[in-house]
């Protein structure tokens, strides 16, 4: 087996167009690397877009099939109904409209590699035949008793959770573990750091180059807010942008402001870095931060509507929290325009209003005591948790940050059980 060192691994990049240097991403290639040479199923896992289609063409010009044939199949773009016919072949008369016998893909494919694109579409009628193919490499033709080999090499791919697709019964376990041998993880574009500066300059070049437009820069700010964005579309929607920035701010430069007009729900998913360039943060700690303390005022204000009676100290606990100084999560703009927060206002106002306190006074507030901001994440995290039975994908989901954070809050918290 060749050694794959640094420059093994970028003249993969270049010959297969993949742009990026974050560690996540070096390790999903050198994975495939090692995997290409030997006769194993593969899984590859990733969010759409992230660019999964490229592994399998790396395993197979770096495998001994290489001169065998490859073929590539969306599994979610088959109909149901034919999509026995498309990949193991059926006999002329087996359905209406089979006039004439036909090579299914892995005939056709017989000594190469076949990637299976959103495998977790696949039918589970579907799925037993599949089954067959990976444990003895024997299969039949729709409308056929004759059965057939085939020596084919499968690589699979899927941006679902297939463990939860197993326990909901959509998909077989025993295939799961047999497409699975080895899995590839392709790192989500927002996790990928810088590599999403490289991709922006790559996508103006080649736009500039191809359309002969003027050429367009993007500020510091703007480049702030391309790393901080959630990019749920990954690359493809990242290509998007830029290629519509290209266009409609050909010859100039442009801000965050600008850009954040090509972005959909910019400042839902990322944070305004316009108001504060130099500002240095976590993004994804502010996000879930904000999260925490709206949902805390929210909470304690409906349990003021349901009691109709009580202490000052929950209201007076949540302003506290929400008015804590050099606290970057809860103003944003100019703190002379912001003398005082709006969460915190509403919370006063709320408060007065239905008559439990006359007035929330600093000295109040100072005088409760309340948790600390760990304490606050802590408690949400495992209150999140709870609610999705431990099932960490969608309990990321639900807090709006990465799996990555998640997974290390959890350890952070000791929450592991």
Not at 158 to 172: C, E, S, Y
Not at 198 to 208: A, G, P, Q, W
Not at 214 to 240: E, F, I, M
Not at 249 to 259: I, K, Q, R, W
């Amino acid at each position: 087996m060749a050694t794959i060192n640094d420059s093994t691994i970028r003249a993969i990049k270049q010959r297969f167009g993949i742009v990026g240097e974050s560690p996540a991403l070096i390790a999903a290639i050198r994975r495939a690397m090692l995997v290409a040479p030997i006769d194993l199923s593969v899984l590859i896992i990733g969010e759409s877009g992230s660019g999964k289609e490229s592994f399998p063409k790396i395993i197979h010009e770096s495998s001994p099939r290489k001169h065998k044939k490859y073929i590539a199949v969306n599994c979610g773009a088959i109909p149901e109904g034919t999509i026995d016919s498309e990949l193991f072949g059926h006999v002329k008369g087996s359905f209406t409209g089979a006039i004439a016998d036909h090579k299914g893909y892995f005939e056709e494919a017989d000594g190469g590699v076949i990637f299976l694109d959103e495998v977790a579409e696949m039918p589970m009628s579907t799925q037993a035949r599949l089954l067959r193919v990976l444990e003895n490499g024997e299969y039949l033709r729709v409308g056929d008793s004759t059965v057939r080999k085939t020596n084919i090499r499968i690589v699979a791919a899927t941006n679902k959770d297939m463990l939860q697709a197993v326990k909901d019964g959509k998909f077989r376990e025993d295939l799961y573990y047999r497409l699975s041998t080895v899995q590839i993880n392709v790192p989500p574009l927002r996790d990928r750091g810088d590599d999403i500066i490289l991709l922006s300059r790559l996508f103006l070049r080649n736009f500039v180059t191809e359309n002969r437009t003027a050429p367009v820069t993007l500020s510091d700010d703007a480049h702030n807010l391309l790393k901080t964005y959630h990019w749920p579309g990954n690359v493809r929607q990242l290509k998007s942008v830029i290629e519509q920035v290209a266009l409609f701010e050909s010859g100039n430069t442009v801000d965050a402001a600008t850009l954040s007009q090509y972005m959909p729900n910019s400042r839902e998913t990322a944070l305004t870095v316009q108001s504060q360039p130099n500002y240095d943060y976590n993004a994804e700690r502010e996000q879930l931060f904000t999260l925490i303390l709206s949902m805390r005022a929210e909470i304690e204000a409906l349990k003021k509507r349901m009691d109709g009676v009580g202490p000052t100290s929950h209201v007076a606990s949540s302003v506290h929290e929400l008015k804590r100084e050099t606290n970057p999560l809860l103003e944003y703009g100019d703190s002379d325009s912001m003398s005082m927060s709006s969460p915190y206002r509403n919370m006063q106002r709320e408060a007065q209003e239905l008559g439990h306190v006359d007035e929330v006074s600093a000295m109040d507030v100072e005088s409760e005591t309340v948790k600390t901001l760990d304490e606050t994440e802590r408690e949400t995290i495992e209150n999140a948790l709870r609610h999705n039975n431990g099932r960490r994908k969608l309990t990321a989901q639900e807090l709006k940050i990465s799996e990555r954070t998640l997974y290390r809050k959890i350890k952070q918290y000791n929450l592991e059980r």
